[in-house]
């Protein structure tokens, strides 16, 4: 039986269908695991109320797991796979805020709002496993672990440093040294050979470019040697160069 969530967008009520959710012992085992490992929510992890009212949700690839201005219910724990968040501009384009990766949190920070909605909407990228808690659960559990409640003002302040270093970089760069640093991040967590994450129109509205200059300035760095590949394979073959632009030392 499908489940559906009705939930209220931008003034409209549109239906919502709650993917394969499901509370299997072992799911929720995995997730008592990875709670009690984990650097924000360890501190409320013994006794297992965090978990009372959670459920896991088995995602395909694309899949929602909520909608922009829809009001924020749920909060997630990524036990596999990665969600993008993206945020719908006045142009009807999307782009992308965030890659969340597995171990890592998805709208826990929105659940302090008075009233609260997602900001962004959220989907997954590749077939991913989600643990969902409700609002109350981790509202609650901050009143009962005071550590928690500081681990979640840490990565609150985190989260407003990382969007304030983005507002930045688009006010103080060039396209080409976003395009740089934004290689050079991937290598840093892949190696030489990097896959980007993204369609190059998704990565172009993720930089603030146009899809041409992206493409432009693409060939320009392979047929120069500085990479090498096509489409979302590439290899950076001179890091030192991109190195000296995403840092505004050379021209690209």
């Known amino acids: 039986m499908k489940m559906i969530i009705i939930c209220e967008l931008f003034g409209a009520w549109v239906e919502t269908p709650m993917r394969n959710v499901k509370t299997a012992a072992g799911g929720v085992a995995e997730a008592q695991a990875m709670l009690a490992g984990h650097p924000v929510l360890h501190a409320a992890a ?52 965030h890659h969340v990766e597995a171990g890592q949190l998805l709208g826990a920070i929105v659940m302090f709002l008075h009233q609260p909605r997602y900001p962004v909407e959220a989907r997954a990228a590749v077939d991913s496993t989600l643990c969902q808690f409700p609002r109350a659960a981790l509202r609650q559990a901050c009143l009962d672990h005071p550590a928690l409640a500081v681990n979640m003002l840490h990565l609150a302040a985190q989260t407003v440093t990382l969007r304030i270093d983005d507002v930045d970089s688009l006010a103080s760069t060039s396209a080409a040294q976003r395009l740089a640093a934004y290689l050079l991040k991937l290598r840093a967590q892949a190696g030489p050979a990097i896959e980007l994450p993204l369609s190059q129109r998704q990565l172009a509205a993720k930089l603030a470019v146009r899809a041409e200059t992206l493409n432009r300035l693409l060939s320009d760095w392979q047929k120069l040697g500085h990479l090498e590949g096509r489409g979302r394979h590439w290899r950076i073959a001179d890091p030192a160069w991109l190195d000296a632009l995403a840092r505004g030392l050379r021209s690209g």
């Open 46 to 97: 013994q006794g297992g109320r965090l978990l009372a009212q959670a459920s896991v949700r088995e995602l395909a690839r694309g899949d929602y797991v909520f909608s922009q201005g829809e009001r924020a219910d749920f909060w997630y724990l990524v036990m596999r796979g990665r969600v993008d968040t993206l945020r719908i501009g006045i142009d009807g384009e999307d782009r992308i805020i």
